[in-house]
C-alpha cells in the first residue's frame, strides 16, 4: 500500500465531529478504498480547551488553522468551519500550496468559486464541495461529470428543509406562516435566527453553485434573484390547492436565448410535477436536459451524518487521486454566458386581487394586462360584493412586464388590493 | 489546445445514431468541456452499405469491428452494439491495447465486469458505463464515488421501463398481464419478444451492475436471483391496493451480516414508499446508506436520446482524463462479500390463500407457519363458504422457511390453493 495520505479537518461542530468519528472507525475500509491509509495531521478548532469526547488524540488539535493547512505533512483539507472571512483565506492559501480541500461551505462557494477554482488549476489540487448543495444527495457530481456531455436546460431545486418544512406543515395543516415557523423551530428544522433560511439566502448560495455547474458560467450568490417566504399566506396556499398546485421555495436554474436565469423565490408548483410530492425537511433537484429528459434527485439535504457522508465521499475522491498522483481538472466554465436581470426573465404570475364588484371590473383588469404584453391564461372570480376576488394566472412573459402590470393594477380604481402575487414554475396551472 | 482524441463507434443502432448525431452537432461545445477536439476515426456496423443519413463520412463506415479498436489513431472505443459474444472480446484486446472503453452494454458488464475491469487496470485505460443502468440517470457514478465514503444498506431499484409500465398500466385499470403487455407493444415499449424484459432478465444485470459498485463486490448475472412478472395476475394487484400497495418488479441489493442479497423479484411496495409514485416507463433507485440515509434518483431509463446522454457524460469524463494524460482507476472490488443463496435471504411474505370455510382453518394454517419459525404479522380473511380466502402478510424470515412453509400449505388439508405468494419491500404492509 501507498504512503498515508495527510489530512486536515478544519471545524469541530456538527458535522466536523461526524467525519472525525467516521475517519476513526471506518479508516480500514476507508483505507481499502483510497489505495492508501488516512491519517489525520491536525484539527484547527477556536477553542482547544472545550473540544470534548472526540476520537482524536489531544495533541492534534490546534487553533492555527492558517499554519495546519500549509503544512507539509498536509495533503487534503477538509474545511467546516463555514463562513467566508477566515475560510476564503485558509483554502486559497491551501489550494496555493498545492493541497487538496474537501468542502461543505456554500456561502464560500458561492462567493468565491471562480477564485478557488483559479488556485486549484494552478497548483493542479483538487477542489471538491458536494456536501454544499442537497448534503449527501448526489447533484453536484452528476452535474459535473454525468451530463457533461448533455445541455441543461432547465435545473428546478428545493434546496433548503427548513422552508420545505415550513410550507408542507402550511400545506397540510393550514397553519400560518409564523405558527410553522415555530413549530420547525421546536423541532430544530430551523435555527434561532431563521433568516437565512426563511429569507432565501442559504437557497440562494446553492442556486449559485448549480447553475455554475450547470451551464458552465461563474454565478455568485449575489448575482441570484431572491425572495425568501415570509410573505407566504395560508390563504395563499388555499389558493394554490384550489388549482391543484403547492407552494414551494424554489431555486430556478434556466437557460435562455439570451442568457441564463438564476433566481430563488416561492413559486406555485403543479402537484403532478414530481417535486410537489418531496414534502417534510427532503431536498429534491429536478433536471430537465437536451437529451437525458427530466431527472430528479431526491434525499435528505442536511444533518450532520447526510452532510458527513457527502464530504467523506468526496475525501475518498481526491485521497485516491492524490494517492495516484494524479492532479486536478479545472471546472468548465468555458461557457460564460450572462446572467439576466430579473426583469429580462420570462416567467409566469399567478396574481389575486380584491375588486370592487361592479359591471367593467374584469375589462378594467384585462386592459391593464394587455397594455403591457401581458397575455392571461385563465381568471377566476370568487366571492361576491365586498369579498369579490379575482384570481388571474397568465401566460409566460418577461418578469419586468409582469411585475409593471401588478404596480398599474394598485393604481387602478376597480382594484382595492393586490392580495398576492407568485410565480407559477414547472408547469401551467 | 491539445492533440485530437480519436473516437470508434461500435454500433450504429437507435443509440449509436443518436451518439453519432450529437457528436457532429455539439463538436465545438464537446471540445471546450474536454479540453481537446473529439474526432471520429471509425464507425464499425455490419452492414456499411446499409447506413443512411447519418452525419458521417461514409469513408469512416467498416465492417472490421476487431481492427478498429486497435488502431494507433483510436484512443476511446464507444461499444454500443450490446449483446455478449462478440462484445466480450472487441472491448478485452481494445482494453488490453490501453484503449478507454466507454459502453452501454449490460448483458457484458453483468457477465465480465471483472474482466473488462482487470484488462482496464492493466493497461491503465478507463471503463466506464453509466448508460447500461437507468441510462441518462446517474446512478453508477454516484454509487462509486459519491457515496465511496458511506456504507450501503440497500438498493432497490425500478430498472426496466417496460415491465414497470405494465404494472401501473395494471394498477391504475385493473387491466390483466397480457392486456397491460399488449398495450405496451403497440405504444413500442415493449419488444416483439418481450422475454428479456417481462422475465427480469434486463432487470437482473442492471441489479449485477448495482450490488457490485454498491457492494464493492463482483456479482454476476448469474447469481442474481430472478423472477419476472408473468404471474401477476389482477387480483394480485387489487389485493395490493386494498392493502395500501402496490406491486413494482423490484431489484433488491441488500448488505447482510453473513454477506449481500441480490434479487430481481416483483414485491408489494407500500404507497408511501417514494418508489410506489413513480409510473409509467420511469425508472428510479432507492438506496439506504449508513450516513447519507435515503437517497433516490430518478428519470427515463431507456430511449435512444437519454441512453446517449449518458454515452456522452461518460465520453466527455474519459476523453478529458485521456487528453490530460490520466490513467484509469481500477473499480474498488475490495470487499468481495459472499452473494447468499436465495433461501438464506431474509425477506417478507404476503400469502393469499383459498381455503375452506370451517372452524380451524386458521388454527392449522398459523401451525403451519409456526412450525417453520415464520412469524405472521397481520391475518385478513375474505369472503365466506366457496369463496373464503385468507391472506397473511409474514415478518421478515429466511426465504428458504417462508417458501417451506407455503409447500407446506399446498398439503394442508384446510387449504384448496395458494392463490399468490408476493413478496414485501420497502417496509411494512
Redesign the interface.
Known amino acids: 500500500m501507498r504512503r498515508a495520505i495527510g489530512i486536515a479537518v478544519l471545524g469541530a461542530g456538527t458535522v466536523g465531529t461526524?467525519v472525525l468519528r467516521?475517519l476513526a472507525e471506518?479508516g480500514d475500509?476507508?483505507a481499502?478504498?483510497v489505495g492508501a491509509p488516512l491519517e489525520l495531521r491536525g484539527v484547527a478548532v477556536r477553542r482547544p480547551d472545550r473540544v470534548r469526547d472526540l476520537p482524536v488524540d489531544p495533541a492534534l488539535f490546534t487553533k492555527d488553522a492558517a499554519a495546519l493547512v500549509i503544512r507539509p505533512d498536509v495533503d487534503v483539507v477538509v474545511e467546516l468551519v463555514g463562513g467566508v472571512e477566515l475560510t476564503r483565506g485558509w483554502l486559497l492559501s491551501a489550494l496555493a500550496a498545492g493541497k487538496s480541500v474537501v468542502t461543505a461551505n456554500k456561502a464560500l462557494l458561492a462567493e468565491a468559486a471562480a477564485a478557488l477554482q483559479d488556485a486549484a488549476a494552478g497548483s493542479g489540487a483538487h477542489l471538491y464541495y458536494?456536501a454544499s448543495v442537497g448534503?449527501?444527495?448526489?447533484l453536484l457530481?452528476?452535474l459535473r461529470?454525468?451530463?457533461?456531455?448533455?445541455?441543461v436546460h432547465r435545473v428546478l431545486g428545493i434546496v433548503n428543509g427548513t422552508t420545505n418544512y415550513i410550507l408542507s406543515r402550511m400545506d397540510a395543516t393550514g397553519a400560518s406562516f409564523d405558527d410553522a415557523l415555530e413549530e420547525a423551530t421546536a423541532l430544530g428544522y430551523a435555527e434561532a435566527d431563521p433568516t437565512g433560511d426563511v429569507e432565501g439566502f442559504d437557497a440562494a448560495y446553492k442556486a449559485a453553485i448549480l447553475a455554475s455547474l450547470a451551464f458552465?458560467t461563474t454565478v455568485t450568490g449575489d448575482q441570484v434573484h431572491r425572495e425568501g417566504i415570509t410573505e407566504v399566506t395560508a390563504a395563499d396556499i388555499a389558493s394554490a390547492r384550489a388549482t391543484g398546485a403547492t407552494i414551494k421555495l424554489l431555486c430556478v436554474c434556466e437557460r435562455g436565448e439570451e442568457g441564463i436565469s438564476v433566481r430563488v423565490h416561492p413559486a406555485m408548483v403543479p402537484r403532478a410535477h414530481?417535486l410537489a410530492?418531496v414534502g417534510d425537511a427532503f431536498n429534491a433537484v429536478f433536471v430537465e436536459?437536451?437529451?437525458?429528459?427530466?431527472?430528479?434527485?431526491?434525499?435528505?439535504g442536511a444533518?450532520g451524518?447526510?452532510t458527513?457522508?457527502?464530504?467523506?465521499?468526496?475525501?475518498?475522491?481526491v485521497a485516491?487521486a492524490v494517492a495516484?498522483g494524479?492532479?486536478g481538472?479545472a471546472e468548465?466554465r468555458?461557457?460564460e454566458l450572462p446572467v439576466l436581470p430579473m426583469a429580462d426573465t420570462i416567467t409566469r404570475y399567478h396574481v389575486s386581487l380584491d375588486v370592487a364588484d361592479r359591471p367593467g371590473v374584469l375589462a378594467a383588469v384585462a386592459a391593464a394586462f394587455s397594455q403591457r404584453d401581458v397575455s392571461i391564461r385563465t381568471v377566476r372570480q370568487e366571492g361576491l360584493g365586498g369579498d369579490a376576488s379575482l384570481v388571474l394566472v397568465t401566460h409566460a412573459a418577461r418578469d419586468g412586464d409582469l411585475a409593471a402590470t401588478v404596480e398599474d393594477l394598485r393604481h387602478l380604481d376597480a382594484v382595492r388590493s393586490v392580495r398576492s402575487v407568485l410565480r407559477v414554475e414547472g408547469g401551467e396551472l
Chains 1, 2 share one sequence.
Request: glycine fraction near 10%.
Open positions: 461526524e467516521l471506518q475500509e476507508l481499502a478504498r458536494e448534503a449527501a444527495i448526489p457530481r452528476p461529470e454525468s451530463l457533461a456531455g448533455d445541455r458552465h414530481p410530492g436536459a437536451e437529451s437525458a429528459g427530466s431527472l430528479m434527485f431526491y434525499g435528505r444533518g451524518a447526510p458527513a457522508s457527502a464530504v467523506l465521499g468526496d475525501l475518498v475522491t485516491r495516484e494524479r492532479p481538472t468548465s468555458h461557457a
